[in-house]
């Protein structure tokens, strides 16, 4: 079975500071991906990044990027640069890579963003 | 726009009543899933389907049934609801040909059930 664990509820960063959110994983599978969603107050799920168990090199999206440490099995998103518009609620999940492709979530963390 | 529609975005209801939620997936993909997000659970998958057919169950309760037709659209029927049942509902969809991390997420339909 797999398992995701965020252990940060919630988070205060003053805007255009970086911001690190936490994120473990537990899975007995060699192939899977790992991948943070971004939930807005309106509720829609925004897809962030993504990255391969077998990617040698840490993801990197505009601001967001992947710190991926496989052998502590944590996958942290960092946010550079931080801006109001970043408030909202980010999950953590994964999935395998063969067979069974539904995603495994963690409880989120809420990031709220200080002017 | 991910391109995955779900409908209604807002439903409520009574306790006891049934109601069915629908998405269409993005065009030209096969696989949609079902998730649920809900206070007492957070998210978690409900089940799959993949070209109609039945691919993978999670915890879906047994009042709750899905199925997919043909033009790849699908419905989530929820029956007997309970004051639990409130939660967001999440449609997302894949192709089978796309990267891994391609699974794109509707913009959900909020069920509150009084």
């Known amino acids: 079975a797999q398992k995701i664990t965020q252990t940060q509820p919630g988070m205060f960063v003053q805007e255009k500071e970086a911001v690190t959110l936490d994120c473990t994983y537990d899975t007995s599978d060699q192939s899977y991906g790992l991948f943070w969603y971004k939930q807005p107050s309106s509720g829609e799920m925004i897809f962030l990044i993504y990255?391969?168990?077998?990617?040698?090199q840490n993801a990197t999206e505009g601001r967001y990027s992947l710190n991926f440490q496989k052998a502590r099995k944590s996958a942290n998103l960092v946010i550079s640069a931080s801006q109001l518009g970043d408030s909202a609620m980010y999950f953590c999940a994964m999935r395998n890579n063969f067979g069974n492709e539904k995603l495994t979530f963690g409880t989120g963390t809420r990031l709220t963003i200080i002017p | 726009d991910s391109g995955v529609t779900q409908t209604p975005k807002h439903l409520i209801t009574a306790t006891g009543q049934r109601v069915t939620l629908r998405c269409s997936p993005r065009?030209?993909?096969?696989?949609v899933y079902w998730y649920q997000q809900s206070l007492d659970q957070g998210l978690q998958f409900l089940i799959q389907?993949?070209?109609?057919?039945?691919?993978a169950k999670g915890n879906i309760l047994e009042r709750f049934s899905a199925q997919q037709f043909p033009d790849l659209h699908s419905e989530l029927n929820l029956s007997s609801l309970e004051l639990g049942d409130s939660a967001l509902y999440f449609c997302?969809?894949?192709?089978?040909?796309?990267?891994?991390?391609?699974?794109?997420f509707g913009p959900g339909t909020r069920l509150t059930v009084t």
């Open positions: 990255q391969g168990s077998y990617d040698e």
């Open positions: 997302a969809s894949s192709s089978a040909s796309a990267k891994l991390e391609e699974q794109y």
């Open positions: 389907y993949y070209n109609g057919e039945e691919r």
């Open positions: 065009s030209g993909d096969l696989s």
